[in-house]
């Protein structure tokens, strides 16, 4: 039996700071210094008003006052920073800030070593304050929102946020820290896609967006495309536009053309990903991050022979990364070479003994390459090192239809579902029940292998495979034959020109004694079957044997018997035909 492997292949705990995680907020009434007072709002811009000489001046003198003290405190916090007094330090950089709320530099300066020190409390108080000010700049409304969100106001942070967009929709903060709050209310069971969708839509319409804002915005709207596939068909073109625009302004930092990269490997274009890993590695050569990822994006992008020529180099160079010699190891399985992938898995397990995954495609590789043996110590090694789980019985029952021991594998199998129950729900798919059903077939439990079946065209009731399998079972047993044509004709209609499946529907008609109508579906069939078929040579002797033609029966069931790679009851059959002929 041969196998088919499947290839391998900044947030609030980091700084509010930073312009990749940080978010808009909204502007507190002055009173509420208290986090927990009043929701905040953005001012209303206040009627005008004729200039008083006298009110300018005093307003003038106690903000000089105010950057004094700020600045008094600064210079008294940096003292203490060299006295190694780090705790004294920060209580007077706390002080600065809240002497002078306005000095954008020192809030953020503060708020970083604040976040350093867990001090979310301070965050949050300190950015009340320094939001009151009107003429605060977006970035600190920014900070208010994620601060409101990390203590779980949600509300406020989301009216902070809306607020933010209003203060600048051309920053691409506001937006990002609104998602963010909607994102974290989903988490709480709120239904928010729509909102989501409506903020990604205002910001794909500002004008003129800088580069920065650009990526920020395609990366949004791929990972929205993670929650809503609906989104794709008109997402996916506004996204690659935005990423085509920001790599055509040629970026020189290498952070922002990872970012592009990302972007275009989120939807799925991974050969402009793979040109702007190129770019990178130019940026940063010889990095192994790089190296690594280029690798992969040209070997999905099918550039099988550049990807392996990068990971052979990464070797080369460090022959200790395992992840290449995972990589190398399913480029390998791919190619149909076992051997070359059993060894470079091996040398993976070697480099990575805790990753669980590496045991089965092992496996996998040693059961393509016919090492059953081998292939059930590897999945016993497995055994003693991790718990037991899904994949573990899944695999043994693999080994067990190997061993041609059905019952076995029938019964591993039935393990694995057991464990998929309580463990893994979403792994009692229609792929594992069509398993269960052949398996259960083979070791002649013919009520078991109807019941599997019917499981797994029941959870994707187009599954060709399946339904084939169980309307040619009952064929070829004489059983249930006009429901047995209704299933077959369904899988038809997923693939009209599949051999197998025509082959099926001629069997069944032939059961039914219609021999003359099987024989035109039979000869169907041979049409759309590439190569040598023992099982379709078969049904086309007996069925020209029935007719009682028995030159033609003779020359297919020659030509079954010449085939070797034929299943034992099937060779079985061809002689016991033969000798029918006269």
Not at 474 to 503: C, F, H, Q, T, V
Request: charge should be positive; aromatic fraction near 6%; proline fraction near 5%.
């Amino acid at each position: 039996m041969k196998m088919t492997i499947r290839n391998q292949f900044m947030v609030f705990a980091g700084s509010l700071v930073l312009a990749a995680c940080a978010g808009p907020g909204a502007v507190p009434n002055e009173e509420s210094a208290n986090p927990t007072g009043e929701q905040p709002v953005i001012a209303p811009a206040p009627p005008e008003a004729k200039p008083d000489p006298e009110a300018e001046r005093i307003a003038e003198d106690a903000a000089i006052e105010r950057r004094i003290r700020s600045m008094a405190h600064y210079a008294a916090a940096t003292a203490a920073m060299e006295r190694g007094q780090r705790a004294e330090a920060l209580e007077e950089f706390e002080q600065a800030a809240l002497a002078d709320p306005t000095n954008e530099k020192i809030v953020l300066e503060v708020v970083r070593m604040l976040l350093a020190q867990k001090q979310f409390d301070k965050v949050l108080a300190l950015l009340v304050k320094a939001t009151a000010n009107p003429k605060a700049p977006a970035k600190m409304h920014a900070l208010l929102s994620v601060a409101y969100a990390q203590k779980g106001k949600l509300d406020l942070a989301r009216i902070a946020a809306e607020g933010a967009i209003r203060m600048a929709p051309e920053s691409i903060l506001g937006y990002k820290t609104l998602i963010q709050v909607y994102e974290k209310e989903m988490k709480g069971g709120a239904k928010r896609l729509p909102q989501i969708r409506k903020t990604l839509d205002q910001a794909f319409k500002q004008k003129e967006p800088n580069t920065a804002y650009q990526v920020e915005l395609a990366l949004m709207a791929a990972g929205y495309l993670e929650l809503d596939k609906t989104a794709t068909e008109d997402f996916k073109p506004r996204i690659r536009k935005l990423l085509d625009a920001a790599w055509a302004s040629k970026p020189e930092v290498p952070l922002m053309i990872e970012q592009i990269g990302r972007g275009y490997r989120m939807i799925d274009a991974r050969k402009e990903a793979a040109a702007v890993m190129e770019a990178l590695l130019k940026a940063l050569p010889g990095n192994p991050a790089v190296l690594m990822q280029l690798a992969q994006d040209l070997i999905v992008a099918g550039k099988l022979k550049e990807g392996r020529m990068h990971l052979e180099a990464i070797l080369k160079k460090n022959p200790r990364v395992w992840r290449a010699h995972q990589l190398l190891a399913a480029l390998a399985m791919d190619e149909d070479e076992y051997a070359t992938a059993a060894k470079h898995y091996r040398e993976a397990i070697k480099l990575n003994s805790r990753i669980e995954q590496l045991y089965f495609d092992l496996v996998s590789a040693l059961l393509s390459d016919e090492k059953t043996d081998e292939a059930r110590k590897v999945l016993d090694l497995a055994k003693r090192k991790f718990r037991p789980n899904f994949l573990q019985a899944y695999f043994a029952a693999m080994i067990s239809l190997e061993k041609r021991d059905f019952n076995q594998a029938l019964e591993d199998l039935r393990r694995a579902e057991t464990i998929a129950k309580n463990a893994d729900p979403t792994r009692l798919n229609h792929i594992l029940y069509f398993q269960m059903g052949t398996t259960a077939e083979r070791a002649g439990n013919f009520k078991d292998a109807e019941k599997y079946f019917r499981k797994s065209i029941e959870k994707k009731p187009d599954y060709a495979t399946a339904l084939n399998y169980l309307g040619y079972m009952w064929a070829d047993r004489g059983e249930k034959l006009d429901e047995a044509i209704k299933l077959i004709d369904r899988a038809l209609k997923e693939s009209p020109d599949n051999g197998a499946y025509l082959d099926s529907r001629a069997w069944a008609l032939y059961k039914q004694g219609k021999t003359k109508e099987a024989l035109e579906w039979q000869l169907k069939a041979l049409k759309h079957t590439e190569g040598a078929d023992a099982e379709i040579y078969l049904h086309l002797g007996e069925m020209y044997l029935k007719l009682k033609q028995p030159k033609k029966s003779r020359e297919f069931l020659e030509k079954a018997a010449a085939i070797e790679d034929t299943e034992p009851d099937v060779k079985a059959r061809i002689q016991d035909v033969l000798k029918q002929l006269p």
